[in-house]
């Protein structure tokens, strides 16, 4: 039987940590245990940076950004006798097991941890929404009610002068926050990893646009794309009629209160991963699926194939 847990947030950081963080904590607490934080993911744990938490050290984070834990990559945590290091500084103050609260990278050192000896339960917390194991991330709603924001002051602007807004969102190499803030902005084109749109594909519908005399159009583009989304936007200009400008959103996508979703979410998923480590289990990530809230094997969710939304696709061209 647990009696010592800890809990930890890595990656990049996201809306609703905060609010997962507090889940744990308050859930370990109510079931007896003690609960550990360490600060700034992976890294603390390998510095030794863990401290004792209570109940009032979670009090008024709920509507907080961020993580209260601080976060990192540490891509050191790969190597086997690093990882022995953070094993060590666990098994001093006799912590049995952890909960992680990251994205995919996160989740292979808890697997690798649970496989050292120290069981380690994943959420999923990261705006990205890339995790096949959920059908929402942590912090992806915040996000994209963010970029919705965002887009609509864009939107005001852009029509006011008539051009092409050429919006770069995040997400890495999943482009679930571009075609969904897309859909809900009615953007004239979305390009994303799974559905790219060849360069002269693009021009010539803008084109058509601006010959209809549209008096805008929104162009959402996920990261990483492009390389280079300011020449991406003269190429537009030159070819299309449209005046275009390129605008990155950046890390203002992953600040801000976490949105009511985000909030229940967390505390759904916290809760859950205590009862796991309480039913000793080990090296699983937590999910919900249909509203569901549900655990993988980390090395089973992360094959999973992604939801590439194929179906929603079609809205894009019907209410265009
Ligand atoms: O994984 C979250 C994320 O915000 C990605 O969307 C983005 O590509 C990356 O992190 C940026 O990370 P950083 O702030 O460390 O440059």
């Not at 995919?104 to 194991?133: F, H, Q, R, W």
């Not at 002051?153 to 679930?176: F, L, P, Y």
């Not at 390389?227 to 801000?256: M, S, Y």
């Amino acid at each position: 039987m647990i009696s010592k847990i800890g809990v930890l947030t890595s990656g990049g950081d996201a809306p609703g940590m905060n609010c997962a963080i507090r889940a744990v904590v308050r859930a370990g607490l109510k079931y007896g245990l003690e609960v550990f934080g360490v600060m700034d993911g992976y890294k603390g744990l390998v510095e030794d940076d863990i401290f004792p938490m209570d109940r009032h050290y979670v009090s008024n984070i709920v509507n907080r950004g961020g993580t209260i834990l601080g976060t990192a990559r540490l891509r050191e945590f790969k190597d086997q006798t690093v990882r022995q290091i953070a094993v060590d500084n666990l098994r001093k103050r006799g912590i049995d097991a952890l909960v992680v609260i990251g994205g995919d990278g996160s989740y292979m050192g808890a697997k690798k941890l649970t496989e050292m000896g120290i069981n380690c339960v994943g959420l999923p917390g990261t705006i990205d929404n890339d995790i096949a194991s959920t059908d929402y991330t942590i912090g992806y709603d915040t996000c994209l009610n963010t970029i919705v924001d965002a887009v609509d002051k864009i939107r005001d602007t852009t029509e006011s002068h008539q051009r092409c807004a050429v919006i770069e969102v995040m997400g890495n190499h999943c482009g679930d926050l571009a075609l969904f803030s897309g859909i809900a902005e009615g953007a004239e084109m979305i390009i994303t990893p799974d559905h790219p749109i060849p360069e002269e594909e693009v021009f010539e519908s803008l084109r058509q646009l601006h010959d209809a005399k549209r008096k805008r159009a929104i162009v959402i583009v996920s990261e990483k794309i492009y390389p280079d989304i300011f020449a991406f936007a003269e190429r537009i200009t030159k070819a299309t009629g449209f005046e275009a400008k390129a605008e990155v959103l950046g890390r203002i996508q992953r600040g801000g209160s976490p949105s009511a979703f985000d909030r229940i979410l967390a505390a759904r998923m916290g809760a859950h991963a205590v009862d796991c480590l309480l039913d000793g289990k080990g090296g699983i990530c937590v999910g919900m699926v249909n509203n569901k809230i549900v655990d993988y094997d980390i090395y089973e969710a992360l094959q999973l194939p992604r939801d590439k939304h194929v179906s929603v696709l079609r809205l894009i061209d019907i209410l265009k």
